[in-house]
């Protein structure tokens, strides 16, 4: 377990000093920037261990790894993300711990979130997922609605029992105009934001940039980045 620390504590303090770095680049604050890490596939007493060592915000982004974990982390001062797509069936679930729930992308989801979270009183703060990969009012391969959605599904997260509008999450995509373009994918999810707080003028939050390109991210004014494998390592395949 020391060693993993040792591991942890010095991956972190390189994903911090990268952040830093980035934000002197843009001209703006380090406190700009909360740095999320993805905890997903890695065991409860690294989240425990991160906790120790400073980290606020974690993610997850499947519900039945994530439902035990959390469970096992209930003591810990921390912030819980869901970042993955989420199916309705899993709802109920993913409320019960998560904080945020970073990937809503369609008005089913968001009836049934609502649902949960009166249910479970509850208020759970959402973040319309944008695919730069879709069309105008189509959907991502990796989930996300079209620019051409996120007005109307920001009107129904913010009329909606239970939820929080925060604001807009996106994954830099693999196909289409900003294939290979992070940053440029990240200006443009920033141009969405500034239009969509003159309606919503709390739901700030901008997540977007990765372990590989959290510097893109930063420089196009992201305020939430999310890192996973530069922080707990790449995961040995299984099998």
């Known amino acids: 377990m020391t060693d993993r620390r040792s591991e942890l504590a010095a991956n972190l303090a390189q994903v911090e000093e990268r952040i830093d770095a ?3 680049a843009a ?3 380090r406190e700009e920037v909360t740095l999320i890490v993805v905890t997903k596939t890695y065991p409860a007493s690294d989240v425990r261990i991160l906790s120790e060592l400073g980290v606020r915000h974690v993610a997850e982004n499947r519900d039945q790894d994530a439902a035990p974990k959390a469970a096992q982390c209930t003591d810990l001062p921390l912030t819980w993300h869901f970042v993955g797509q989420l199916q309705t069936n899993k ?3 993913v409320v019960g711990y998560a904080d945020l729930v970073q990937s809503v992308d369609r ?5 049934a979130l609502s649902a949960a979270a009166v249910r479970a009183e509850r208020e759970i703060g959402c973040l319309i997922q944008v695919a730069l990969d879709a069309d105008e ?5 990796r989930g996300g609605v079209g620019a051409g959605g996120i007005e109307e599904l920001a009107a129904s997260v913010a009329a909606a029992p239970g939820l929080r509008l925060d604001g807009l999450m996106t994954v830099a995509p693999l196909t289409g105009p900003y294939a290979g373009r992070q940053q440029a994918a990240f200006e443009r999810l920033r141009e969405f934001s500034t239009l969509m707080r003159a ?3 709390a739901a700030n939050m901008v997540s977007a940039g990765m372990s590989a390109d ?5 420089a196009a004014g992201a305020t939430h980045v999310r890192v996973g494998t530069a922080v707990l390592g790449v995961r040995p395949g299984l099998g």
């Open 27 to 29: 001209g703006r604050k």
């Open 214 to 218: 959290l510097e893109q991210a930063v």
């Open 137 to 141: 009012h189509g959907r991502g391969e």
């Open 199 to 201: 309606t919503h003028p």
């Open 91 to 93: 709802v109920r679930s």
């Open 22 to 24: 980035a934000c002197a």
């Open 107 to 111: 008005p089913k989801l968001v009836t």
